[in-house]
């Protein structure tokens, strides 16, 4: 007979976990802040989305409506779908965490890429599930190695497209041919968290395949290009059973009226939107060909941020490099947890902070180690 515990012990997996650490948005005392790290619009959010926000300072004694219906139907109008096949989340991580828990029991699998997203590793083993990482090809999800990782016990697949913190994606071909090899009890996620982004012909957010499926869903997030991180907001476009499911175990309340009024103004704002593309076009183009410039190798990007890395050849570490850009205020972040150890992740950010980037990074690695 085993010998009872002395106090509450947590359920297996919970402990193997690694706490999720964000990027740092400090700079030392005295130098103005450029945080990089979280890939943050510049831009910020809509006028109409902070207008929005202000109109429900006298409601805080209110619930919110706890189906989100206005802004599940602003985003079925921007997109063209049906309302009852979309739900909203405080955050799209809060949507991962809800479809490992809806998906996940005691040992199955969870399939992910090497370089992808940390929510994933946290949401399987948080779920009782057992984390499969698998090995990209130049730092792009690779098909046929997930589809070879797939067993009778995997239940979940996610795939980041665009990737973070790599910046890579899978044109829209591979995405339907990784589908179409799945067994269909394996549900696959598609997280579009940057899809806004992208502009190349050969890729899609998922919309089509999720519409003609019964085993994809994909999530997009309000964080990034509409700038309403601090609200936490996220949605989920998935078959009608998957919605159903999730509606079930979620919060009651889990998405607050100021992300409600302000997410419903932001999706109908498009002139921010286009604005926010033709800035990150602009600099993600150049601030991508200054670096290579400099020696520095340059992951291809399609999303607001790039990834750097530090060749041994230019005697410098990436670590070495935070240390001295955060010295100047330019905060980027380390990618050492998701395998990157010799990289560091910038935010396309406003004109002044990447042309501040660049030349820091062109003193440091001109300096003496």
């Known amino acids: 007979m085993a010998t009872p515990a002395s106090r509450p012990v947590p359920r297996p997996g919970v402990l193997d976990i690694e706490a999720y650490v964000p990027g740092k948005s400090a700079a030392p005392v005295g130098v103005k802040l450029h945080k990089l790290s979280s890939n943050e619009t510049p831009l910020g959010p809509s006028p109409k989305a902070i207008a929005a ?7 805080l004694e209110f619930y919110p409506d706890g189906s989100a219906g206005k802004l599940r139907e602003a985003i079925a109008a921007r997109y063209g779908l049906d309302a009852g096949r979309i739900l909203c989340g405080t955050g799209s991580d809060e949507l991962l965490q809800l479809l490992t828990k809806a998906y996940l029991g ?9 370089h992808g997203f940390l929510v ?5 083993l948080a779920a009782g599930g057992k984390p499969v990482v698998v090995p990209e090809k130049n730092f792009t999800a690779d098909v046929d190695a997930i589809l070879k ?4 016990k995997t239940k979940i697949v996610f795939l980041a497209n665009p990737n973070n913190p790599t910046g890579t994606y899978l044109p829209f071909d591979e995405v339907k041919r990784l589908q179409a090899g799945l067994p269909p009890h394996v549900l696959l996620v598609l997280d579009a968290a940057y899809a806004e982004y992208v502009r190349r012909n050969d890729y899609a957010s998922g919309l089509e395949l999720v519409a003609t499926s019964e085993n994809v869903v994909m999530t997009r997030t309000f964080s990034k290009i509409y700038g309403l991180a601090n609200l936490r907001l996220g949605w ?29 103004a932001a999706i109908a704002d498009e002139a921010h939107l286009a604005a926010a593309v033709e800035h990150n076009d602009k600099w993600l183009a150049w601030t991508t060909a200054e670096l290579e410039k400099l ?21 410098r570490t990436a670590k ?19 395998g990157l150890p010799d990289a560091l992740r910038m935010t396309i950010g406003s004109e002044e902070a990447n042309r501040l980037v660049v030349a820091a990074l062109a003193e440091f690695l001109a300096g003496k180690p």
Do not use: C, M, W
């Open 320 to 338: 070495q490099a935070d240390a001295f850009l955060t010295q100047r205020g330019l905060i980027l972040r380390a990618v050492a947890a998701y």
């Open 295 to 315: 020696g520095l190798a340059v992951t291809p990007s399609v999303g607001n941020f790039i990834l750097i890395h530090f060749p041994k050849e230019t005697g």
């Open 106 to 114: 005691d040992g199955d699998e969870g399939v992910f890429t090497e």
């Open 149 to 152: 990782a797939v067993t009778a």
């Open 236 to 264: 989920l476009y998935g078959p009608a059973h998957v919605v159903d499911a999730l509606d079930r175990i979620r919060g009651p309340f889990n998405v607050n009226g100021a992300a409600i009024e302000a997410g419903t």
């Open 120 to 124: 994933y590793r946290i949401a399987i």
């Open 53 to 59: 926000y202000e109109a429900v300072k006298g409601k």
